[in-house]
C-alpha cells in the first residue's frame, strides 16, 4: 500500500461528563516530525503518545491536537506557590522605590499573578484517563492513515501512467537511432560526391565515418538503464511501504539518464522525445514529494 504524506484524522473518546477529542494532520517532510498540542493535565502522557504515533507514521510533519472537556472537577485541588508570592511581592516593591509610584500592592493584586495559584488535577484515575487518551489517539490514527492511504493509491494510479509513457518515449528513442545513421550516411555521401564528381567513394572511409557517427549518438547503454529504473520504480510501487525516498533516488537517476540522451542527440525529433522525458520525471519527481 502506498501512502500519502498528507491526511487528516479525527478520534473522540466520551466517557461520563469527560470527552477527548484527537485530530491529526500532516504535510510533506523528509523525516518523521510530530509537534503535540495537549492541556497541561495530559502532559505526563506526551512520551506515550509519540510512541502510539510511530507505530502508524514514519515520515512527515504531523501536528497533533489533543482537547479535554467536560473533566470532573471533584478531584482537583488548588496549590498555592509561596515562592513565587513573595519573589512577585519583592518585585513589586522594586518596582515603587525605582519608578515613586504609591505602594498600593494588595493580596488580591499577588493572587492573580501567574503560577501563584495553580489547578491541580488528582491522578486517581491516570491509568483509566491513558486508556482513554490512547484509544482516542488510535481512532485519529487510523483515520488519519485511511486518508493517507486513499492518497496513496491517486498517487500511485498516476505515477504508473506517467511511467507508461515513460516506457513508450524509450522505445522511440531506440527505434529513432537507425534512420539518424541513415540519413547521416546520406547526407555525407551527398557531400562527397559534390566534391569528388563522378570520383568513385571510398567505402572503407564512409563505413569508418559511419561507425564514429554511429558509437558517437549511442544511446543503448542509456535506454538500458533508463528502462531498468522505470520497472524498478513501479515494481517498488506495487510492493508499497515506505518508499518515498527510495523512489526519489531512482527519479534523480532517470533524470541523470534522460540528460545524457539529450546530451547525444543528433536530431530534432530525439530531442524532443528527450525534453519531454525529462519533463516527465520532473512531474514524477513532484508527486513523489507527497508519498510516504
Known sequence: MIKSMTGFGRGEVQKGERKLTVEIKAVNHRYFDVNIKMPKSLISFEAPVRALL????????????????????DNCTVAYNDKIARQYLDCYRKMNEDLGLPDDIKLSTIGRSPEVFTLMQESDDEDELQAELEEAVRKACERFVQVRADEGEHLKKDLMEKLGHMETNVALVDERRPAIVAAYRARIEEKVRELLGDTQIDESRLATEIVLFS??????????????????????????????RKLDFIAQEMNREANTILS???????????IDLKTEIEKIREQIQNIE
Open 54 to 73: 510511530k507505530e502508524y507514521i514514519e515520515r512527515g510533519k504531523v501536528d497533533v491536537f489533543i482537547s479535554l472537556q467536560g473533566q470532573v472537577q
Open 215 to 244: 558509437d558517437k549518438i549511442c544511446t543503448d547503454e542509456e535506454t538500458v538503464r533508463l528502462g531498468s529504473h522505470i520497472r524498478s520504480m513501479k515494481e517498488n510501487l506495487a510492493r508499497g511501504g515506505a518508499v518515498g
Open 264 to 274: 547525444k542527440a543528433n536530431d530534432l525529433e530525439t530531442s524532443q522525445i528527450a
